[in-house]
């Protein structure tokens, strides 16, 4: 159900996303207003190239405004997540590439990981077979991750010379795993199979390879059915108070509660739990 929202402001907040046509990757959006995301080049592990780093910003960036979409999956084809940049139409260009361009394309590629930091939606990251590099980045910073006993996600970059501190695994893959395990994988740039990326917490849960897409849009089908106005001040908050102290932290929750406090959403579960029913989540 589309939730109201005032006439003046509706042309500059809402868009909607169910129509949305992409070039370099997959789009969909399912009647549970699940959007799916599927990189989609199985003969090469689905790599990214300069068009599909743009047009992922784009698009993350578009859902901060989007009213038909209440969670997204993140996933590849045919048994592999993303083996990272393309190495030839990224890696081999770089090398030619003067000072600004590099780091056009490396604010270009952050500017993905902020997206889907920004947007609303809580993302969930369906990771099978190989997960490198920036691969491993978008695992990385989607909300929550399910994957398989055969995923191998490696943060690969010093084996091609580069630092680990790439589009913000520094800051982020430490506080999902401590500091000692992100160390590890960005200095080697070894792989993380699933039963250990699970022990780790760096995987939410594990799933048979061939029941991971029902599996990842059955739980992303859970949350969209949830109060998606709580959902977006959670994951606002659970970014936000990474530079905050306790103290600020707690006042800043009190009032992203208060204001929770005020949605029809609290009133209807407060209704339903006193009927002894299931409440109807509508987003306002």
Known sequence: MTRPIAEPLAAGNRRALAERRTVHFGWRVGADSVGVVTLDRPERKNPLTFDSY???????????????????????????FCSGGDVHEIIGPLTQMTMPDLLAFTRMTGDVVKAMRACPQPVVAAIDGVCAGAGAILAMASDLRIGTARSKTAFLFTRVGLAGCDMGACAILPRLIGQGRASELLFTGRSLGGDEALAWGFMNRLVEPEALEAAALAWAGELAAGPTFGHAMTKRMLHQEWAMGVDEAIEAEAQAQAICMMTQDFHRAYEAFAAKRKPTFEGD
């Open 54 to 80: 743009a047009e992922l910003r784009e698009l993350f960036r578009d859902l901060a405004y989007a009213d038909d979409v209440k969670a997204v999956v993140v996933q590849g084809a045919g048994g592999n």
